[in-house]
């Protein structure tokens, strides 16, 4: 059974960066295999942030942090990150780490209710001045 642990999240300025850590451990890796970031605030629903294909290195954000946040993925050490700057009060959430070898990304973009393969327990960012 695979286990993501995520670390990095905190309290930041509006317009700061922090850049979260997931590490991956009993995750067997195929062609299909992916990981990534979802986030929820109180209130709302799930939303997908940012994934990434394994093979090969692709990746996918959601409009709001297009540009603004960098997902990445180090296969040596099994673990995936995420790089956010310009971080905004709508930011604020749980966000939580994801992999999955059964679908596609297009899928868990669109579907909000997905229920992910393996994920997280979350780590919280607070954007707020």
């Known amino acids: 059974q695979a286990q993501l642990v995520e670390s990095g999240g905190g309290a930041v300025q509006p317009g700061g960066s922090l850049t979260l850590s997931c590490e991956i451990s009993?995750?067997?890796?195929?062609?299909?295999?992916?990981v990534g970031w979802f986030r929820q605030a109180p209130g709302k629903e799930r939303e997908g942030v940012a994934y990434?294909?394994?093979?090969?290195?692709?990746?996918y954000y959601a409009a709001p942090v297009n540009g603004r946040f960098f997902i990445s993925h180090d296969n040596a050490k099994k673990t995936t990150g995420l790089q956010m700057n310009r971080l905004k009060p709508e930011d604020t959430a749980m966000y939580y780490c994801?992999?999955?070898?059964?679908?596609?990304?297009?899928?868990?973009?669109?579907?909000?209710?997905?229920?992910?393969?393996?994920r997280g327990q979350g780590t919280q960012v607070t954007v707020s001045s």
């Open positions: 994801v992999a999955d070898s059964l679908t596609t990304v297009a899928t868990m973009m669109a579907n909000p209710r997905y229920e992910y393969q393996f």
């Open positions: 009993g995750y067997t890796y195929s062609g299909s295999s992916s």
């Open positions: 990434l294909y394994i093979q090969p290195n692709i990746t």
